[in-house]
């Protein structure tokens, strides 16, 4: 069975809106590069998980911000051949960006659950806070590995709902502080 990983970043007060630019929309975009004092070792998360990452997954809004970015970007060169897949109900084949590895539009919550039921390794979320909150609430969320930043943002999107659901159990795989404030922290969602 493979595992779906939500990886971000999120200010202390639980918002992951626009971390890395105004364009995104937060009166406080940028709050990750523009904030906190840059420490290589605060990062280096997104570095280890490539390790695992055999796919990536996005809601529309995401691939269509980080697709032609990403696919150009030297940075983000590993990810380029990588499958992708994309949860939309209108997003159509040829909107999908070309050059960056093959994709899948999935139309529905049983679409990603079959899909987490087929073989191959881990499925990374990347931004797409919307499609967390869903998948969270559906329960098919695996892990979560989270950038916590010391900043309070106020209103912006929320990695969780406050739907009234069952309480989910997490499991403290690893955690680590830095000089910058920034405190990392890997969930395993219990049972």
Request: aromatic content about 10%; glycine content about 10%.
């Amino acid at each position: 069975m493979r595992q779906l990983v939500y990886t971000g970043f999120m200010s202390l007060d639980g918002v992951v809106d626009s971390p890395g630019g105004t364009a995104e929309g937060h009166r406080s975009g940028g709050w990750v590069i523009n904030d906190i004092e840059f420490l290589p070792e605060a990062f280096s998360l997104k570095g280890e998980e490539l390790a695992d990452t055999t796919a990536l997954m996005f809601g529309r809004r995401s691939y269509e911000a980080f697709a032609p970015t990403w696919r150009d970007s030297d940075d983000h060169a590993p990810y380029r051949d990588l499958p992708k897949y994309v949860l939309s109900s209108t997003l159509r084949d040829d909107e999908l960006t070309d050059g960056w590895g093959p994709t899948t539009i999935l139309r529905t919550e049983d679409d990603i659950a079959a899909l987490k039921k087929s073989d191959g390794g881990a499925i990374f979320i990347h931004g797409s806070a919307e499609l967390a909150r869903r998948l969270s609430d559906a329960g098919l969320i695996d892990r979560y590995h989270l950038l916590v930043f010391p900043v309070l943002l106020g209103a912006g999107k929320s990695l969780f709902s406050g739907a009234d659901k069952a309480k989910q159990g997490l499991i403290l795989r690893d955690s680590a502080a830095y000089p910058n404030g920034v405190v990392k922290l890997i969930y395993d969602v219990a049972g």
